[in-house]
């Protein structure tokens, strides 16, 4: 047995439970920033905020379900915000399963069509450092995938 395929036969499980844990802490982190009015939707509304403030900004989301792919627009626009927050030290994650981010945050229109939740912006809620249990877990959880080449690392939410 090589040294890969015995690296390979630990980190399957490990990177399981770490994208699980990662998931659940970005559930409670989204959740947590709504009801404190910490939390911005939307490419353009995003875009608005890190042009405007970008210290403030703690965390970027970035959502987009298969049929997004080939949004070329959409997908310039998540270039663009992710160069932006690499050079802030923002951290950022990309979510697959924009209808689950919806379920979340419970955001859409009359028809219950969700709104832009293709980019989700956390901010701190007052000059105070905020202290979020979940928010010290993704950072944490985004500089062990940036040591090992991930610069935006993907997330599964829970059901």
Known sequence: MTLEEVRGQDAVPESTARMQGAGKALQELLLSAQRQGCLTAGVYESAKVLNVDPDNVTFCVLAADEEDEGDIALQIHFTLIQAFCCENDIDI?????????????????????????????????????????????????CEESRSVNDWVPSITLPE
Do not use: Y
């Not at 859409?108 to 969700?114: F, H, L, N, R, T």
């Not at 007052?126 to 959880?141: C, G, I, M, Q, T």
């Open 93 to 141: 994650v990309r979510v697959g399963d924009v209808q689950r981010l919806a379920a979340i945050v419970g955001a859409g229109d009359e028809a219950g069509a969700p709104g832009d939740l293709h980019c989700i912006l956390i901010s701190n809620p007052n000059e105070d450092a905020w202290k979020d249990p979940a928010l010290e877990k993704l950072s944490l959880f």
